[in-house]
T-cell receptor, first 113, second 112 residues
Framework: ETGVTQSPTHLIKTRGQQVTLRCSSQSGHNTVSWYQQALGQGPQFIFQYYREEENGRGNFPPRFSGLQFPNYSSELNVNALELDDSALYLC????????????FGPGTRLTVT | GENVEQHPSTLSVQEGDSAVIKCTYSDSASNYFPWYKQELGKGPQLIIDIRSNVGEKKDQRIAVTLNKTAKHFSLHITETQPEDSAVYFCAASLGGSYIPTFGRGTSLIVHP
């Protein structure tokens, strides 16, 4: 069984740029959720994708957007990067939408300068 | 929206001691309460969870208790080992539209 993988591991971008982060869900999982984790904080829910449709969104502006593909892998896109976007971005997959257990990937560390 | 408070922020114990981490939540409609362990440089790992129709759940050295009336839940780790050292997060979520809320984390340090 393949776990959740994320790419890239680390990324450095300049304020105003755009970034795309990628996530491959665990085998057999059809739901992917994205989280932002600032240093020393708990993960904050960005949004969830269930069978290619957005299925819930946290308190993040529209410049945070996502996609889920037919193989259930997912992308997180962030436009017009701000310094406060610097964080660890986590992807989690689950067998189905809530309330199933979520399994997290190792994260992508994004630094905005 | 839901608000989750987690205490303590840091917990230091000797190997073999027990450790208890407590969380409170604000929305009485929350019905799923997972606990995660996050080691340095890794994503959170689900270690145990409890649903609102259950008061206690155990898995070897780990147990979680839920008091719905008081809206709090706790993680209990017995016979702690150095490899238990990590940051632990609690979370609470509502049925239907899934928006989980995490606590701020507890850094557990187990001294050999």
């Amino acid at each position: 069984e393949t776990g959740v993988t994320q790419s890239p591991t680390h990324l450095i971008k300049t304020r105003g740029q755009q970034v795309t982060l990628r996530c491959s869900s665990q085998s057999g999982h059809n739901t992917v959720s994205w989280y932002q984790q600032a240093l020393g904080q708990g993960p904050q829910f960005i949004f969830q994708y269930y069978r290619e449709e957005e299925n819930g969104r946290g308190n993040f502006p529209p410049r945070f957007s996502g996609l889920q593909f037919p193989n259930y892998s997912s992308e997180l896109n962030v436009n017009a990067l701000e310094l406060d976007d610097s964080a660890l971005y986590l992807c989690a997959s689950s067998l189905d939408a809530y309330p199933y257990e979520q399994y997290f990937g190792p994260g992508t560390r994004l630094t905005v300068t | 929206g839901e608000n989750v408070e987690q205490h303590p922020s840091t917990l230091s114990v000797q190997e073999g001691d027990s450790a208890v981490i407590k969380c409170t939540y604000s929305d009485s409609a929350s019905n799923y309460f997972p606990w995660y362990k996050q080691e340095l440089g890794k994503g959170p790992q689900l270690i145990i969870d409890i649903r609102s129709n259950v008061g206690e759940k155990k898995d070897q050295r780990i147990a979680v208790t839920l008091n719905k009336t008081a809206k709090h839940f706790s993680l209990h780790i017995t016979e702690t080992q150095p490899e238990d050292s990590a940051v632990y997060f609690c979370a609470a979520s509502l049925g239907g539209s899934y928006i989980p809320t995490f606590g701020r984390g507890t850094s557990l340090i187990v001294h050999p």
